[in-house]
């Protein structure tokens, strides 16, 4: 099928809940690998997951958190809400902010965790992630590059895939 501008808006958005944890040390952020088997395996996101039935955004980033990376969240501030549209899925970022947690990191999923200064010295990132990238340099009074993140070639070839 042909996608058009009407199919697109069509297209029910997936609820995505994202945290993004601060470290209170050093502002220092967590970033993790997408884990084999999903879209954009082995690209760097901020850890979250889609809302099931009747969640909120907290509740949803609580389990996901709990279930991924074996971590209970103390405190979430609600900050951003994007949207961006991949070629399998047209998604909307509920960004959290969450400074405070417990319990020990676990990668459940089989992933890698780092935590990252900007910019981060990580990539590729998920496209989605870009504009939460581009608010937290600001916030920081950092300069923010896209093409550093996700080079066209990558993005072109994910695409295609
Ligand atoms: N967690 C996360 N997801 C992001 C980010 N940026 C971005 O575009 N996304 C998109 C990618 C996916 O299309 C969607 C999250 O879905 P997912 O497949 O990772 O969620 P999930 O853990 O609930 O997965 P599953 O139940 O389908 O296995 O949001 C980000 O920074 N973090």
Redesign the pocket.
């Known amino acids: 099928m042909t996608v058009t501008a009407e199919t697109t808006a069509e297209r029910k958005h997936?609820e995505?809940?994202?945290?993004v944890l601060i470290r209170q040390s050093d502002g220092a952020l967590l970033i993790?690998s997408?884990p084999e088997?999903?879209?954009?395996a082995g690209w760097?996101?901020?850890?979250?997951?889609?809302?099931?039935a009747g969640e909120t955004v907290e509740q949803?980033l609580r389990r996901?958190l709990q279930?991924?990376i074996g971590i209970t969240i103390e405190n979430c501030i609600a900050w951003k809400v994007?949207e961006?549209a991949?070629s399998?899925?047209l998604?909307r970022?509920h960004w959290c902010k969450v400074t405070q947690w417990s319990g020990e990191f676990e990668m459940r999923?089989g992933q890698q965790m780092v935590w990252q200064q900007l910019p981060l010295q990580v990539q590729p990132?998920?496209?989605?992630?870009l504009p939460?990238l581009q608010w937290l340099s600001q916030e920081r009074g950092l300069p923010f590059d896209a093409s550093t993140y996700v080079t066209a070639e990558v993005k072109s070839r994910a695409a295609n895939a």
Do not use: D, I
């Open positions: 997936t995505v809940a994202v945290g993790t997408r088997g999903k879209p954009r760097w996101e901020f850890p979250g997951g889609k809302l099931e949803a996901e279930e991924e994007t961006h991949y399998h899925a998604v970022l999923e990132v998920l496209e989605g992630a939460a």
